[in-house]
């Protein structure tokens, strides 16, 4: 069964940093793109981030562009999102998704963590 | 950046009813990259349809997606209890990646 696992959110004052995980299991990670996607508090789903399969092309939406670097190790079925410079907008329920194909343009969103909350408050 | 706009924001329907849902797009979706996903309260969204009109694996064929350049449609033939909830569209044709507003259908 695929499956994927995010951990790491938690509470983080203003201007502090976080580092999510999602852990992969059930297919070959390092097949897939793979990518973020948030949802603040009643609000809609925001597209955040997304890597390639081999980790070579990388996408950011402008609001998180120069704070949030997202990254992969193929070795560990593992994506992450290290998240600097947080701000009260960043506070949301971060999801990780798996793209169906190798590149995160072109290919659709088929699979999805719970995802973890993140909240930034002082 | 794309922006998708979903019309109507709420839909109040009674189970057994048929529901068209509208996403439009600012400009047009390169190869019907658009997906449509639903998403329960407390729950994460659940991939629809992919490429327009294609249902993902599991997906009823109550469910269908249809529409091409700026204007797609989702349409539930007859809705069933469990289909009471929000439902979004997103294209991956262009970077930024970029979802609608959101739909959400409820019960009247």
């Known amino acids: 069964e695929v499956q994927l696992l995010e951990s790491g959110g938690g509470l983080v004052q203003p201007g502090g940093s976080l580092r999510l995980s999602c852990a992969a299991s059930?297919?070959?990670?390092?097949?897939?793109?793979m990518g973020w996607v948030r949802q603040a508090p009643g609000k809609g789903l925001e597209w955040v981030t997304a890597i390639s399969a081999s980790g070579s092309d990388i996408y950011y939406a402008d609001s998180v562009k120069g704070r949030f670097t997202i990254s992969r190790d193929n070795s560990k079925n593992t994506l992450y999102l290290q998240m600097n410079s947080l701000r009260a907008e960043d506070t949301a329920v971060h999801y990780c998704?798996?793209?169906?194909?190798?590149?995160?343009?072109?290919?659709?969103?088929?699979?999805w963590g719970k995802g973890t909350t993140v909240t930034v408050s002082s | 950046e794309i922006v998708l706009t979903q019309s109507p924001a709420t839909l109040s329907l009674s189970p057994g009813e048929g529901a068209t849902l509208s996403c439009g797009a600012s400009?047009?979706?390169?190869?019907?990259?658009l997906a449509w996903y639903q998403q329960k309260p407390g729950l994460a969204p659940r991939l629809l349809i992919y490429e327009a009109s294609t249902r993902a694996t599991g997906i009823p064929d109550r469910f269908s997606g249809s529409g091409s350049g700026t204007d797609f449609t989702l349409t539930i033939s007859r809705l069933e209890p469990e289909d009471f909830a929000v439902y979004y569209c997103q294209q991956y044709g262009d970077s930024p990646l970029t979802f609608g507003g959101g739909t959400k259908v409820e019960i009247k």
């Open positions: 400009q047009s979706v390169r190869s019907r990259k």
């Open positions: 059930g297919f070959t990670f390092s097949g897939y793109a």
């Open positions: 998704a798996k793209f169906w194909g190798v590149h995160p343009l072109y290919y659709h969103m088929d699979v």
